[in-house]
């Protein structure tokens, strides 16, 4: 009811800028009341800092103070106790205490989302918005504040004063909508149950069929999931006349990893480039450094998921598959046919996973030695039947197909005046089959238990 409640009010009232904060902070505070005092303070130090920028006799020192703000606070709530532990088990006699603190929901996208804000102003791509309420309203919006996509200030500037939501708009927002929560529980949701029975048991039950059906599971878990969010985000910005990023693009069909980090997570992927890999040379400086700020970047990338170890060695990971394909690896490839190129990504994808997905290091080599016929119960003819039913294979089935297929702009799918009668049929079919669709996610979601999107938790 949150959602129509809010159009309801969004429509009605004129305060528009104000309706939407209001509902954003109830909708925050909803999902983590105590982290509400946190999304508050990001609010007024990016607000009191990006109006300082221009006036200040030395913006730059500004500017560090800013960043170094919001990264203070971050580090404080995502990293204080990983680093705590670490310390406590490297010097045991120091007997550092490991304090307990409630990760804030999206701390991450809101700590990155700020830090960008104050950067664009400083570089003069954007003006420092006078309005709190205004300012308050971007940096608290429902649809993106728990998990993204990163929304850049310089991409709603030109609508946070002046928007206007058309009918063809609406239309459009609502299809996304719907996509994006089919996506998260008529594939995600469902292909996340034999990912979590299977990456929860013990080694020795873990045989070669079932580890390679729980990595390919997760693979397509969390691409379903979080694509699923975006989409989500992205209709429901519709509604309210922005136009958020688009997030994802068929990242499973790309053939190398250079161009999957071109579709996968654009938002955070671009953010690490435009901030960081070119602030830091890019490749501008020779082979070197270029494969330097490449690790960096991918351990950064890796970091900023979670405080473990796991999510380190994934970045590391990814970085150096990178630094190869910029070697030799990428030349190699492009003259292989294009199949196998994609082969060598989706292999290499599901592995990465692994190490993503696993709780610990020794779980994830448990993992790995099971895929590989290394571990005791890796037998290749045990079958994972177990794990698999209908709605199972359906999910899987349909997983692997749309991870390739291109759906036509939703914009396009509206007849025009004049339009052949052929065309206004198949929009009242594209109609039917979206209200469908609705329904049996709205069925899915009633049926069955909470399912949290994975990214809440970074």
């Known amino acids: 009811m949150f959602l129509p409640i809010t159009l309801a009010l ?84 120091l007997a550092v205490p490991v304090p307990s603190i409630a990760l804030p929901l999206g701390i991450s996208f809101i700590a990155f989302q700020g830090m960008s804000y104050l950067i664009d102003i400083h570089r003069g791509d954007v003006r420092p918005q006078r309005s709190l309420l205004t300012f308050a309203m971007y940096k608290s919006m429902f649809p993106q504040l728990i998990a993204g996509p990163i929304v850049r200030y310089r991409s709603v500037a030109a609508r946070v004063d002046h928007r206007h939501a058309s009918a063809l708009r609406l239309r459009f927002g609502i299809q996304v909508f719907i ?15 034999p990912a979590d029975q299977i990456y929860g048991l013990p080694p020795g039950e873990v045989t070669m069929a079932t580890a390679w059906l729980g990595a390919i599971c997760y693979a397509l878990q969390i691409y379903f999931d979080f694509a699923g969010y975006s989409n989500m985000a992205i209709g429901m910005a519709h509604l309210f006349a922005f136009s958020f ?76 598959l990178l630094m190869l394909e910029r070697a030799f690896l990428g030349a190699w490839l492009a003259r292989l046919w294009r199949p196998l190129r994609h082969l060598y990504l989706v292999l290499a994808m599901v592995l990465g996973w692994v190490v993503f997905r696993a709780d610990t290091l020794p779980a994830a080599g448990a993992i790995y030695a099971a895929m590989f016929g290394l571990a005791p119960g890796s037998d290749l003819i045990a079958p994972p ?63 069955s238990a909470y399912n949290p999107f994975i990214y809440y938790r970074f």
């Not at 749309?402 to 198949?426: D, E, I, N």
């Open 10 to 93: 969004y429509a009605l009232l004129p305060w528009r800028n104000l309706v939407l904060l209001v509902v954003s902070l109830i909708f925050y505070t909803w999902g983590d009341p105590a982290a509400l005092p946190v999304l508050l303070a990001y609010i007024v130090l990016n607000y009191g800092v990006g109006l300082a920028l221009p006036i200040v006799p030395r913006p730059g020192l500004m500017l560090a103070f800013g960043v170094a703000a919001n990264l203070a606070i971050l580090m404080v709530f995502k990293y204080l106790g990983f680093l705590a532990s670490q310390i406590d088990a490297v010097f045991p006699a």
């Open 179 to 193: 996509l994006g929560l089919a996506q998260k529980v008529l594939i995600a949701n469902v292909v996340a149950l």
């Open 245 to 320: 990023p688009p997030n994802f693009n068929r990242p499973y069909i790309a053939q190398s990893m250079t161009e999957f980090w071109r579709r996968w997570h654009i938002s955070l992927s671009s953010w690490f480039r435009d901030y960081l890999y070119i602030p830091l040379g890019g490749s501008r400086g020779g082979a070197v450094a270029t494969y330097r700020n490449l690790l960096i970047v991918f351990a950064l990338c890796g970091f900023w998921h979670g405080a473990t170890w796991n999510f380190l060695i994934w970045g590391l990971y990814n970085g150096a």
């Open 385 to 447: 039947d177990r794990f698999l039913n209908g709605p199972v294979i359906v999910a899987l089935l349909a997983g692997i197909a749309l991870s390739a297929t291109t759906l036509p702009k939703g914009r396009t799918w509206v007849p025009r005046p004049g339009a052949p009668a052929w065309f206004v049929l198949r929009d009242a079919v594209v109609q039917v089959g979206f209200l469908a669709l609705f329904v049996i996610s709205a069925l899915a979601v009633a049926s």
